[in-house]
């Protein structure tokens, strides 16, 4: 697992958007698994400059999406469907027919995540997947305590990650209980994954995600076993790998190399 450090959000956003776009460059019909919540708006809005720049082309990309809501409409704005479509497919030139996200309106859980898992093994694979990572260690929707063997399934979302949610709805009662999500097994089949978090609430879950015993307590913790992980994070996410680990992070600059070799040294 390769740790990127960034000095703060617009760092680390320009640097995943970095790794993304030499992605499409090297193969311009890759598959791109994508995330959606707080962490990669700004990998996209910096993708999206590119773009508008001529500096890269979406138009032979497909797109994964990690999950979405059970039971809410692709029209309805909290749908990931939406945040999507309003955070970046509309602002590029993918075509919507290569773009994929669970359908959140099924009914019927089995069939939905069959068809899912279809839709990824007919695309051969994913090739980048990128990521966020939950306060409490989850990827995609899979919470602690899931199975790492499972691909796409439904989960029921715990309280801890519809309080997370919940500032995105009018009221607690209105977050989604539900989700269809790419399971921890879809997610490690990715060629090469991309981890963003940016914030000091997300320096502990980093630290144990690569630090700690690989455990279904902490589902990002599987990441160590997958041979191409690169975690970009900022300052106030790195604090406590800095505090305690720095010689796992890459990328720092002088002046805070300088401050990592005394909290070696002093260790
Ligand atoms: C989003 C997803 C989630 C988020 C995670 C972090 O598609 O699958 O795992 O990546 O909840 O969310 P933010 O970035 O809002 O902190």
Redesign the pocket.
């Known amino acids: 697992m390769k740790i990127l450090y960034a000095k703060d959000y617009e760092s680390m956003s320009r640097k995943a958007a970095n790794i993304i776009s030499a992605q499409v460059i090297l193969k311009p019909n890759c598959v791109l698994g994508l995330?959606?919540?707080?962490?990669?708006i700004a990998t996209y809005r910096q993708l999206i400059q590119w773009y508008d720049k001529g500096d890269i082309d979406f138009s032979a990309c497909s797109t994964v999406?990690?999950?979405e809501y059970c039971g809410l409409p692709k029209d309805n704005e909290q749908s990931?469907a939406y945040f999507m479509y309003e955070n970046f497919f509309r602002h590029i030139n993918i075509r919507m027919e290569n773009t994929n996200i669970p359908d959140g309106m099924n009914p019927d859980a089995d069939a939905e995540c069959r068809r899912y898992n279809g839709v990824i093994r007919d695309l051969g694979g994913i090739d980048l997947q990128l990521?966020?990572?939950?306060h409490n260690g989850?990827?995609?929707?899979n919470e602690p305590g899931g199975a790492f063997e499972k691909e796409t399934h439904c989960v029921s979302l715990t309280r801890q990650?519809i309080e997370?949610n919940k500032r995105f709805f009018d009221r607690i009662e209105d977050v989604p209980t539900k989700a269809y999500?790419m399971g921890i097994k879809s997610i490690m089949n990715a060629k090469k994954i991309l981890l963003v978090a940016s914030g000091e609430s997300?320096s502990d879950i980093l630290y144990r995600m690569a630090t700690g015993p690989i455990e279904p307590g902490v589902p990002a913790s599987i990441l160590q076993l997958h041979n191409d992980v690169t975690v970009v994070a900022d300052e106030p996410a790195l604090k406590a790998l800095l505090a305690n680990a720095p010689e796992m992070v890459s990328g720092l600059p002088e002046s805070r190399k300088s401050f990592s070799d005394m909290a070696m040294a002093m260790k």
């Open positions: 995330a959606t919540g707080s962490s990669p999406n990690l999950d990931y990521l966020g990572i939950g989850h990827i995609g929707f990650t997370a999500t997300k």
